[in-house]
């Protein structure tokens, strides 16, 4: 018999000589009673055979415990402050981190910036190899958009009239004031789209300004995005919001 063998063999004599003794008229044996004269290895093989699930699961209790006290106390995630989608252009991971954290600098108080950050996401769907790829970025796109996740879009021509028709944008003469508006009303695109009352889709809805030209803006270029024939509107559900008008400034100079 080997050594563990006999360490097994004696662990379960003890407790077996434990549960007896009540059935014999003894008192009950304790733990210093049935690990009488085992070596200390022996006895951690005895806790182990016999007090495995309790140890295991007070581990994992003490482990969720941790976990939450560090989630939700001590490094609760941040809030989405705003949150800004890139589309039809390459950018960088690096360039959109900085991008993001530039703009949570210049957008949100400094008081709040510990709780709450910008998220620049990029939904390029330009893979030309695999359209599978394209095909779930577009529906991750679609998802944010229809729960109103997405505060700001940057995206290009061949995109401006299927968003549109979806419903996505917001119209920017609830955004600018009348005199920005007027300002510059040459970069501001309005147009008309699927009547999203006609189940048809037959006849066209209102015209209104829906997107802003971004040919030549300096601030995105700085961050390596190449704003030739791209648009950039806001989404709908976000025209009421403060922190998309003050991003719109930054980024357009208005």
């Not at 379960?12 to 044996?29: L, M, S, T, V, Y």
């Not at 829906?210 to 025209?239: H, P, R, W």
Request: charge should be negative; glycine fraction near 10%.
């Amino acid at each position: 018999m080997s050594k563990s063998e006999k360490e097994r063999v004696q662990a379960k004599n003890a407790a077996a000589a434990a549960a007896e003794a009540p059935k014999n008229g003894g008192g009950k044996i304790g733990f210093s009673e049935a690990t009488a004269g085992m070596s200390l290895r022996e006895k951690a093989g005895y806790i182990w055979e016999y007090y495995r699930l309790p140890i295991v699961a007070g581990v994992i209790v003490v482990i969720l415990i941790v976990y939450f006290l560090n989630t939700l106390v001590f490094n609760p995630p941040k809030k989405t402050f705003m949150e800004v989608a890139v589309l039809d252009a390459m950018i960088l991971d690096e360039d959109r981190a900085r991008l993001a954290a530039d703009l949570g600098e210049l957008l949100i108080p400094a008081d709040m910036r510990d709780r709450n950050e910008v998220l620049v996401d990029s939904f390029y769907a330009g893979s030309e190899t695999d359209p599978q790829y394209n095909s779930v970025i577009m529906q991750k796109f679609t998802a944010m958009i229809v729960t109103r996740e997405i505060n700001l879009m940057i995206f290009g021509a061949a995109s401006l009239r299927s968003w549109g028709d979806m419903g996505a944008y917001a119209d920017l003469g609830a955004v600018f004031d009348a005199g920005t508006f007027d300002a510059h009303a040459d970069r501001i695109l309005r147009m008309s789209f699927a009547d999203p009352n006609d189940a048809s889709g037959g006849s066209a809805g209102p015209e209104y300004a829906c997107a802003v030209k971004l040919d030549g803006n300096g601030f995105l270029s700085g961050y390596g995005i190449d704003t030739t024939g791209m648009y950039m509107a806001v989404a709908v559900g976000s025209e009421k919001n403060a922190a998309v008008r003050q991003a719109l400034g930054v980024i357009l100079g208005w």
